[in-house]
């Protein structure tokens, strides 16, 4: 009897064995999350009123396949059900819908040298898009409705070069603005070899466009090739080569297509080495476009050509030289321009006089310009200094002062030159203190510029700001910014003369343990923008939030009045979500 007992264990002990030995070669480890939530909105304004009441739910997922350099398989799905009123004082509406999102990710052999990955998404604005600073997708926006799918298939060498192919679809879906569906496939090179790189892509996309019947297909080939034979020596070199053709079907009474042809190539080339004073670089650049629209047909070809060279002579001073070539072909008349330029610039040290700081600067340049209607040459230079100091006034308070001047000068001789003459002034006053368990900054910025000459303007400008944080306790902290403007233009009768006037301010009060209970946080933001004419944007908003966490539960109640002088708004919004 004890022998039989024992064969009778071991025998299910052996079948216990035998079938957990399958379940732990196939069972694998899935990391599991999600939330389940329940929002409120209210959007009340001069014109319209609207209701929401939606309950979310979401899952996340994440496992591997066999082995974990086999396969990894993340998934996330979203549901909701949503129920919408609104009322713009002519008609109302109410909506009941279930919306249902979700993605999926798969990588195969992702630490391989033939890594595949499939991406899949479908999206919601009703539900992806509702944030506490955007809660109103739903009742005020566009809503919409997107999918992605998209597949990778690389080849990465042992060297490192990688070969990638790609394709993907895409689509969004509007009641408003229609579908559009996009296909792409493309192939990419990246090829790494000693001290030179080449990329390489090329794509064929095409846009379907259901309401307006719009097709628009796409070749688009890229070549950038990087060549650095040593440290201070750099060659760049691209070519591009664009396909793009828009047809229509007619469904709205359009029926038309049009063609453009682009293609370009250049090649720049750097010298910039770190021991000598010299640095010279040039380049070239071929555009080429054609375009064809109905019976309309226009052919474009630009040549460029460009050189220029820095000379440090001392720490202070440095020369500049360059030129330049194009030539551009517009349906068979041709145009060339050179053009020229010697320059220098000079920079002081910083000088102490008396408590300030002084530092001035110069520069100088020589140009011309040669076209086949007329020679132009040109001088410019500007003079200029800064003169700064700083006053300790107090334990943790500064007061900083800057004042600058710059006159330039700009001559030009030929056909249609002209002579312009400009002085600039500007100064700024500034104090910063740190006292009293808080900062605050006052600054005054002023400016003013004038040019003489053929061209006869003027403009002023007045900045005033002010900002202080100050911690009121422990737990909570109040903070607030005050800027003042004023610009006064005098452009000759121009649309921009006269003077405008802005001001802009914010308040905000934080506060982390709201009645003494913990982890219940209150935001108050206040913004307010006012500008002195019509053409200027006025706006007040005012934001009142409550966010509680305890758990996993999170809760937010958010109130915000807004008012932008036409028309004014609140919206109440109301979210609690439990994660798991």
């Not at 969004?172 to 579908?179: I, K, L, P």
């Not at 628009?216 to 990087?226: K, R």
């Not at 200094?385 to 007061?399: V, Y």
Request: proline share 2%; charged share 20%.
């Amino acid at each position: 009897m004890y022998v039989a007992a024992s064969n009778q264990l071991a025998c299910r002990t052996a079948l216990v064995c035998a079938l957990a030995v399958p379940a732990a070669v196939w069972a694998v480890p899935v990391d599991v999350s999600g939330h389940l939530g329940y929002s409120y909105r209210s959007f009340d304004s001069d014109s319209t009123e609207a209701t929401s009441n939606q309950l979310i739910g979401g899952l996340r997922a994440h496992t591997y396949i066999w082995q974990p350099w086999f396969a990894t398989f993340d998934a996330g799905l979203t549901l909701s059900a949503d129920d919408s009123e609104t009322d713009d004082g002519t008609t109302s509406s109410s909506t009941t819908s279930k919306v249902m999102t979700g993605d999926a990710l798969l990588n195969v052999l992702p630490e391989s040298r033939t890594p595949f990955r499939l991406l899949y998404q479908a999206t919601d604005s009703r539900v992806d898009d509702v944030t506490i600073t955007n809660p109103l997708v739903t009742l005020i926006g566009d809503e919409f409705k997107t999918t992605n799918l998209e597949l990778r298939q690389s080849y990465i060498t042992e060297a490192g070069h990688r070969l990638q192919a790609r394709y993907g679809n895409r689509t969004w879906d509007s009641d408003v603005r229609g579908t559009f569906e996009d296909q792409l496939m493309g192939l990419e090179l990246d090829w790494r070899p000693a001290k030179q790189r080449l990329i390489a892509k090329a794509n064929i996309q095409t846009t379907e466009h259901d309401i307006t019947g719009r097709e628009q297909d796409n070749l688009i080939v890229d070549v950038d090739h990087y060549y650095f034979p040593a440290a201070d020596l750099r060659l760049d070199s691209k070519a591009s080569y664009y396909d793009l053709e828009t047809s229509f079907d007619g469904s709205t009474g359009l029926v038309d297509t049009t063609t453009t042809n682009i293609a370009q190539a250049s090649s720049f080339a750097f010298w910039r080495p770190i021991d000598q004073r010299w640095t010279v670089s040039g380049g070239a650049r071929v555009y080429s476009i054609e375009g064809e629209n109905g019976a309309q047909t226009s052919e474009q070809t630009r040549l460029s050509l460009t050189a220029g060279s820095f000379y440090q002579y001392s720490k202070r001073l440095r020369f500049d030289i360059s030129a330049g070539y194009s030539n551009a072909d517009v349906n068979g008349a041709s145009e060339g321009i050179l053009n020229g330029r010697l320059g220098a610039l000079y920079q002081s040290d910083l000088m102490n006089v008396g408590r300030y700081t002084y530092q001035w600067f110069g520069t100088a340049a020589a140009d011309g310009q040669s076209t086949p209607d007329e020679d132009m040459q040109g001088l410019s230079g500007s003079l200029g200094h800064d003169l700064q100091r700083t006053w300790l006034t107090g334990e943790a308070s500064l007061l900083r002062m800057t004042l600058s001047q710059v006159f330039n000068e700009d001559l030009q001789f030929g056909n249609d030159g002209d002579t312009a003459h400009r002085l600039d002034h500007s100064g700024s006053l500034a104090w910063n203190q740190s006292a009293w368990g808080g900062s605050t900054l006052l600054q005054l910025t002023l400016s003013d510029s004038r040019n003489f000459g053929d061209a006869d303007d003027e403009q002023q400008l007045v900045n005033f700001q002010a900002s202080r944080t100050q911690n009121i306790s422990r737990r909570s902290s109040l903070s607030g910014h005050l800027t003042l403007q004023t610009v006064r233009r005098d452009f000759d009768g121009g649309s921009n003369d006269g003077t405008v006037t802005t001001t802009t301010a914010q308040v905000n009060y934080q506060h982390s343990q709201v009645f003494g209970v913990p982890r219940l946080l209150f935001r108050s933001d206040l913004r307010l923008s006012e500008a002195s004419t019509d053409e200027g944007l006025d706006r007040n908003e005012w934001e009142n939030r409550l966010d509680y966490s305890i758990g996993l539960v999170n809760t937010s109640l958010s109130l915000r009045l807004m008012d932008n002088g036409d028309e004014s708004s609140s919206l109440l919004y109301f979210r609690v979500t439990r994660r798991f």
